[in-house]
């Protein structure tokens, strides 16, 4: 359950003095912060000792130099954190933590002072940012172009590769074939007396008409 409003001095007196008068029964939130700072907004932070039977918290929201306060109220719960809103810009504050039990309220933490931003610096903040998400998408498309053109040339070395595996294959299939041609082709030309082929020649020797000896017949008278 939460409660938030503006007390009235009257009330923030009681509401001390019995954070006094409790003060034995709860120790005050130690390492009380502030993050997620903006012109309008913040979230407060704390921790609490061991072993508090803690089931609350209260938080007092100040301006600097101003005595009106904001009481932030919560119990049923163990969260350590409060968001502050409607904040303004570039203005001081203070605040104050308690921790709630079952006996009273804890005595206060810490005063904590930060000071919002102004919306200049916000904008100029934001723009920056804007910059920075615009250079990093910049960056990641380049990167992305480079890996596609990795992969296409990949892919491409990989077509080539496939490519000669293939003629080499096929190549490699035709040698037998050639050479049982080339086997055919050698016998076919062959002769018994020469088996690397070549013309059978005659073992009778020919007759030369061109050696014949002229015969002379001698007529007597």
């Excluded at 016998?187 to 690397?196: A, D």
């Amino acid at each position: 359950m939460r409660r938030d409003f503006m007390p009235t001095p009257l009330l923030i007196l009681s509401c001390f003095g019995a954070s006094w008068f409790l003060a034995e029964s709860l120790d005050a939130p130690v390492n009380v912060s502030i993050r997620d700072l903006k012109v309008s907004s913040a979230v407060v932070t704390w921790d609490i000792p061991d072993g508090e039977p803690v089931i609350g918290f209260a938080i007092t929201q100040q301006k600097k130099d101003v005595r009106m306060l904001r009481l932030i109220q919560e119990v049923n719960t163990t969260t350590r954190s409060c968001a502050l809103w409607d904040l303004e810009a570039d203005t001081d504050y203070i605040v104050h933590v308690q921790s709630i039990s079952t006996s009273g309220p804890s005595p206060l933490s810490e005063p904590l002072r930060f000071k919002t931003p102004k919306e200049a610096e916000t904008q100029a903040s934001k723009s920056k940012d804007e910059v920075t998400m615009e250079e990093v998408d910049q960056n990641a498309q380049l990167r992305a172009g480079e890996l596609i053109i990795i992969v296409v040339v990949l892919i491409m070395w990989a077509g080539v590769i496939a490519l000669f595996c293939r003629q080499y294959d096929i190549i490699k299939d035709n040698e037998p074939n050639n050479n049982k041609d080339k086997a055919k082709n050698s016998s076919e030309c062959s002769t018994p007396e020469h088996p690397s082929g070549g013309l059978l020649r005659s073992k009778f020797p020919k007759n030369n008409n061109n050696n014949r000896t002229p015969s002379v017949n001698i007529i007597k008278g």
